[in-house]
């Protein structure tokens, strides 16, 4: 006698009719029922030991995670990794706040539990994460206007948003920088949304081309997407100035795009978590709907806890809960729900006086490190070829620096210097310490003379 069941072991109903269906008999035995007398052509092996997926592809590298790869098979000793956005020590070791520490032993001493999460997250994370982001005094926050789905960070929260926006956007596409971080293409790519680019970054005067970028966003159809990094723009480091926000988001406003912001470093780029919100708050005090991704892999550094939120700014109350509805179900679909642990530590951080104070504190000595090191890079270059202007270390912010080295001389780096670094020209400057600062500088100006 055979017993046929779904996936999860169920006995299946006779309205059920899958195209293929496991049998189970009384004795343990299994056969394979089809709808049809023959499988696919495209789903049989081909000939023995072949394999239905012997057509898939090799991916490429990742453009980012693959640098570090790279690094770990080098076997220099004046290797830098200076390609992941992750910050390092002056000894170049990986650092966990202090504050972070602190969180977790007060977990540990509470005994929480690790119990399933709401589809949507822990609710005193999602309470201080709108606030961090939009302020105490937030019209929006009060008035129940913020729909808040805590996500996978940052990468998470951009690919539920590009989910929603594909279904309930459908045809419109999303506006990205001209460079921009490089997953941004493959998230929004990938969830079928389209993306086009604006202009962002000057190469001849290694700055901003805000012209150009109010003159793509001012072209673009009525009611598109504009993606945004809200501070320390990644790869370039450069980020408009006040004034220039505001000419963005009257642009913004005139075309009735969306704005969506992509917030990875508040508190990191600057070391104050008020002025690297500047840019969102701006937009909501304008009255504008946005969308923002928030991540607390870099001002925690949390990397590996996967903890970050998609939060949705709406015109009513109303509108928030049915958003958020719909983002829930999207999230269902695709994690379930989300983890607990980087959850709680925000929430303990942020929730304690005291401890906010540290963790103030210990952003303000991570981002002070890192403007040491810029200053360090610029005063070697300037002393190797003084002829050049390398004023542009400086001008950047965050733990990015834009080289504007060509794919040519990132190989002369790897390839001579050992210096890993993405082919795009970009360096992560968290990945540097004073004393290797004068070395990569002697590597630049070779690759820039000699390459």
């Not at 640098?67 to 390609?83: I, P, Q, W």
């Not at 390092?88 to 539990?113: F, H, I």
């Not at 460079?179 to 005067?205: L, M, Q, S």
């Amino acid at each position: 006698m055979w017993v046929c069941v779904g996936v999860r072991g169920h006995r299946m109903q006779a309205r059920t009719t899958p195209a293929t269906r496991m049998c189970t008999s009384r004795h343990g035995q299994h056969k394979q029922q089809s709808a049809g007398r023959h499988a696919p052509r495209h789903l049989t092996a081909r000939g023995h030991g072949g394999s239905r997926l012997d057509a898939v592809e090799m991916a490429p590298p990742d453009p980012i995670l693959g640098v570090s790869e790279a690094f770990k098979r080098e076997t220099s000793t004046d290797k830098l990794n200076l390609g992941v956005g992750a910050y390092r020590t002056e000894e170049l070791q990986p650092y966990v706040l202090r504050v972070v520490g602190k969180a977790e032993k007060r977990m540990l001493e509470r005994g929480d539990n690790k119990e399933y999460l709401s589809i949507e997250g822990l609710p005193e994370f999602r309470a201080a994460t709108v606030e961090l982001l939009l302020g105490a005094d937030s019209a929006a926050v009060k008035e129940g206007r913020v729909a808040t789905l805590q996500s996978l960070s940052g990468t998470g929260s951009l690919r539920v948003a590009a989910a929603f926006l594909a279904k309930f956007l459908p045809g419109v596409a999303v506006y990205l920088s001209r460079p921009t971080w490089g997953n941004h293409k493959n998230i929004f790519g990938d969830a079928g949304v389209e993306w086009r680019e604006y202009a962002y970054f000057n190469p001849a005067t290694v700055s901003l081309d805000i012209d150009g970028m109010l003159r793509d966003i001012a072209a673009a159809p009525a009611g598109s997407v504009i993606l945004l990094h809200g501070c320390a723009h990644n790869p370039t480091g450069i980020d408009p100035t006040r004034e220039q926000w505001s000419k963005i988001a009257d642009v913004i406003e005139e075309r009735h795009h969306l704005a969506f912001f992509d917030v990875a470093y508040q508190g990191f780029a600057s070391g104050s978590l008020d002025d690297d919100a500047f840019a969102p708050r701006l937009f909501v005090e304008r009255g504008l709907e946005v969308l923002v991704a928030q991540s607390y892999s870099k001002n925690l550094g949390l990397y590996a806890e996967r903890i970050g939120a998609l939060n949705i700014v709406l015109a009513s109350s109303q509108a928030a809960d049915r958003v958020l509805s719909q983002l829930k179900r999207i999230a269902r679909a695709i994690y379930s729900n989300p983890p607990v642990h980087g959850a709680r530590i925000v929430a303990e951080v942020v929730g304690d006086a005291a401890m906010f104070g540290e963790w103030n504190v210990e952003m303000e000595e991570m981002a002070g490190r890192i403007k040491t090191v810029r200053q360090d890079l610029f005063d070697h270059l300037t002393r190797l070829l003084p002829s050049k202007d390398w004023s542009f270390v400086t001008n950047q912010i965050g733990m990015f620096s834009f080289t504007g080295l060509s794919p040519q001389q990132v190989e002369n780096m790897t390839n001579k210097w050992h210096v890993f670094m993405t082919k795009d020209g970009r360096i992560s400057l968290a990945g540097l310490n004073r004393a290797k600062a004068g070395y990569l500088a002697e590597a630049i100006v070779d690759s820039v003379q000699n390459a």
